[in-house]
C-alpha cells in the first residue's frame, strides 16, 4: 500500500523569505501523480502544484514550485517570498494513475507566516 | 469551476443518533469520497464511489456506511453516532483522469455528545 509521510507538523517562517515543506511517499508503481494541497482557516482544500511522476521536469506555479526526486521518493514543496496568506496547512497527496483509485495524503503540516 | 457541496457546515448531534451527511457535486464526476480529518493524523479515507451504486471501503469504513443513488450525490451515514467520531468530514470529487486534482466541499465539522 502507497503511504505518504509528512515529517514536519509544523514549520514557520518570515515574511518574503522562502521556505520548504516536506514530503516522502512509499510506492511500487513507476507511474503515479504527486499533489500539495492547501488549507487556510476557511477549511476549503485548495490544489497548490501537481507532479507526473514521468516528468522529469519539476513543477512550478508562480511562488510554488516543487523539488521531486523519483528516486529518493521526495517531493518537497518551496514557497518563494512568502506571504501572510500561505498561512495554512499543506497536504501532499500521491495518486496511482488508475482512474478508480483514491488519492492517499500525509498528516499535513501547519505553515505560520511570521509578520 | 466545478462545486462540491456539504449540506451543513456545522452539526451537533447526540450519541446513538443516526446521521446523514450529504454533498452534491456539480461537474459529472464519477469518482466521490468522503475522508475524515482529525489533527496529527491528516486525512483519512472512509469511502469512495467510482460509479452510481458503486462503492469502496477507505481506510477506515467501520461506524460508517454510503449511498450513491445518483452520480451528483454521495451521503456518508452514521448508523449511531458515537463520541469518537466527532470530527471533521471533507467530501471531494475527481474525474477518471488521474492527473485531474480533487475537488472538495467545504467541510462539516461534526460533533456528538
Known amino acids: 500500500a502507497q503511504t505518504v509521510t509528512q515529517s514536519q507538523p509544523e514549520m514557520s517562517v518570515q515574511e518574503a523569505e522562502t521556505v520548504t515543506l516536506s514530503c516522502t511517499y512509499d510506492?511500487?508503481?513507476?507511474?503515479?501523480?504527486l499533489f500539495w494541497y492547501k488549507q487556510p482557516p476557511s477549511r476549503q482544500m485548495i490544489l497548490v502544484i501537481r507532479q507526473e511522476a514521468y516528468k522529469q521536469q519539476n513543477a512550478t506555479e508562480n511562488r510554488f514550485s516543487v523539488n521531486f526526486q523519483k528516486a529518493a521518493k521526495s517531493f518537497s514543496l518551496k514557497i518563494s517570498d512568502s506571504q501572510l496568506g500561505d498561512a495554512a496547512m499543506y497536504f501532499c497527496?500521491?495518486?496511482?494513475?488508475?482512474?478508480?483509485?483514491?488519492?492517499?495524503f500525509g498528516t499535513g503540516t501547519r505553515l505560520t507566516i511570521i509578520p | 469551476d466545478v462545486k462540491v457541496t456539504q449540506s451543513s457546515r456545522y452539526l451537533v448531534k447526540r450519541t446513538g443518533e443516526k446521521v446523514f451527511l450529504e454533498c452534491v457535486q456539480d461537474m459529472d464526476h464519477e469518482n466521490m469520497f468522503w475522508y475524515r480529518q482529525d489533527p496529527g493524523l491528516g486525512l483519512r479515507l472512509i469511502y469512495f464511489s467510482y460509479d452510481v451504486k458503486m462503492k469502496e471501503k477507505g481506510d477506515i469504513p467501520e461506524g460508517y456506511s454510503v449511498s450513491r443513488e445518483k452520480k451528483e450525490r454521495f451521503s456518508l451515514i452514521l448508523e449511531s453516532a458515537s463520541t469518537n467520531q466527532t470530527s471533521m468530514y471533507l467530501c471531494a470529487s475527481i474525474t477518471r483522469r488521474a492527473y485531474s486534482p480533487l475537488h472538495f466541499g467545504n467541510g462539516t465539522r461534526l460533533t456528538v455528545t
Open positions: 497527496a500521491y495518486r496511482t494513475p488508475r482512474g478508480n483509485e483514491k488519492l492517499t
Open positions: 510506492t511500487s508503481e513507476s507511474d503515479y501523480y
